[in-house]
């Protein structure tokens, strides 16, 4: 797990220009910034409903959650945002959770692309789409309409977020929020993969996914 997100650690801050110069500089500015506000009201107004929290001595404990996870039949249509600093473990936990759904083969992190797409079968036997985001490069709302999304989020399939916080703005509110803090071990020393893990329920559906 130390060398999750590794990829980000040699990553600038963007040059590109901040939201307010986008949006100026935009053809149509004023019909983009209406619609840009429309779809922006909806921010994340909910508040936390029930919260889990985990001790993952190891890595082992973060693939067991995440199969645990994957057995819920909520899952396929859910919206679920991943928190925590740089090598916290959020790309090996969406690893594992894409692996216990069936999908093969390697699990390469979106941190360039923003989004990997994939399909595998689900338990039932129905294609199920899934979408893994990166955010941690995206500073561009227009790169939001460009890439389509939004017509992503407004399909059907499972969506993972990690650094969802560079796109709040834009983002419907999540099922579940999954949050990964590194354990201090302190002077006494200790396994360095044991994570801290809460899991916040925003909506009905993430209830349901809450472990139990």
């Known amino acids: 797990m130390r060398q999750i997100d590794a990829g980000h650690t040699d990553l600038g801050e963007s040059e590109r220009p901040g939201l307010l110069a986008q949006l100026r500089e935009h053809r149509g500015g004023v019909e983009r910034n209406a619609a840009f506000a429309r779809f922006t009201s909806t ?10 929290t985990l001790h993952w001595p190891d890595e082992a404990a973060c693939a067991a959650s995440a199969d645990a996870l994957a057995r819920h039949g ?42 990997e797409p994939y399909e595998t079968v689900a338990a039932a036997g129905a294609p199920l789409a899934i979408y893994h985001f990166d955010f941690y490069r995206f500073d561009d709302p227009q790169e939001w309409e ?6 992503v989020f ?20 999540a099922d ?13 020393g200790g396994r360095d993969d044991a994570r801290h893990v809460t899991f916040d329920a925003h909506t009905a559906r993430g209830l349901d996914l809450l472990p139990r």
């Open 43 to 52: 921010i994340h107004l909910s508040s936390i409903l029930e919260s889990r």
């Open 74 to 115: 909520a899952l396929r249509n859910a919206f679920i945002e991943l928190h925590g600093p740089l090598g916290a473990g959020k790309t090996t936990f969406v690893r594992h959770l894409l692996h216990a759904l069936g999908v093969p083969g390697r699990i390469k992190s979106p941190t360039y692309t923003v989004m």
């Open 146 to 151: 460009d890439a389509g999304f939004r017509d």
């Open 154 to 173: 407004a399909s059907p399939g499972l969506k993972l977020a990690e650094w969802p916080q560079k796109a709040e703005d834009l983002l419907p509110e």
């Open 176 to 188: 579940l929020r999954v949050t990964i803090e590194p354990v201090d071990l302190g002077a006494d």
